[in-house]
């Protein structure tokens, strides 16, 4: 099944307390409210990517949609911080960890979503609160969010051989229930 892939969460840790107060003072581009949340939060144009930074120096870097973009940005935001505070080290090749991969898919088929809750026990569909159904598979362990005309929303897979794997079981419950079943024979 193809698919495309819509945000990679990343973790990585600079190795080093970060001011995250001066870091608000000095560069435009950081936000700190400690009030409403105890991270900053980094927004670099190219690539286009939000950085959660933690005093204790870990970062999450989330909205690349590529895994090429991640230690591109954490090197530009080391940098930056580097720049501001010298007790940071420039991260030219980063260590970081693929936290959650988020895709979309098409199944190229409409589905009975009330129908899919029936029958599969791990799928969630309540239709005033959600137009989606959530169908849940623990092996590999993922999240999908099923729509009527056959999209779907994927998240929680750690790299793209479990992506495809969960992808491809998906794929087998939901047709499963939501192929047409061949009409059957009259007898004579």
Same mark, same amino acid.
């Given at each position: 099944?193809? %698919? /495309?892939? &819509?945000?990679? !969460?990343?973790? $990585? =840790? @600079?190795?080093?307390?970060? +001011? *995250?107060?001066?870091? #608000? ?8 409210e400690p009030e409403q949340f105890p991270g900053a939060i980094l927004k670099l144009k190219e690539p286009k990517v939000s950085m959660l930074l933690f005093k204790n120096g870990k970062i999450i ?34 260590? %970081? /960890?693929? &936290?959650?991969? !988020?895709?979309? $898919? =098409? @199944?190229?088929?409409?589905? +009975? *979503?009330?129908?899919? #809750? ?55 419950i939901v047709r499963a229930i939501n192929s047409p079943k061949p009409a059957k024979k009259k007898a004579?």
């Amino acid at each position: 099944m193809q %698919y /495309t892939i &819509v945000n990679i !969460v990343a973790s $990585a =840790n @600079l190795n080093a307390n970060i +001011d *995250l107060y001066n870091l #608000a003072v000095s560069i435009p581009d950081v936000e700190y409210e400690p009030e409403q949340f105890p991270g900053a939060i980094l927004k670099l144009k190219e690539p286009k990517v939000s950085m959660l930074l933690f005093k204790n120096g870990k970062i999450i870097c989330s909205g690349a949609s590529s895994e090429a973009q991640i230690p591109l940005a954490i090197y530009k935001a080391s940098k930056m911080i580097h720049e501001i505070q010298k007790g940071v080290k420039v991260q030219k090749n980063a260590e %970081y /960890t693929v &936290v959650n991969l !988020v895709t979309t $898919a =098409n @199944l190229h088929m409409n589905l +009975d *979503l009330f129908k899919t #809750a029936m029958e599969c026990d791990n799928v969630e569909y309540e239709p005033e609160q959600f137009p989606g159904a959530i169908l849940r598979i623990h092996d590999p362990k993922l999240t999908l969010l099923l729509f009527k005309n056959g999209k779907l929303i994927c998240a929680g897979a750690k790299n793209e051989e479990l992506l495809r794997k969960g992808l491809r079981k998906a794929s087998a419950i939901v047709r499963a229930i939501n192929s047409p079943k061949p009409a059957k024979k009259k007898a004579k």
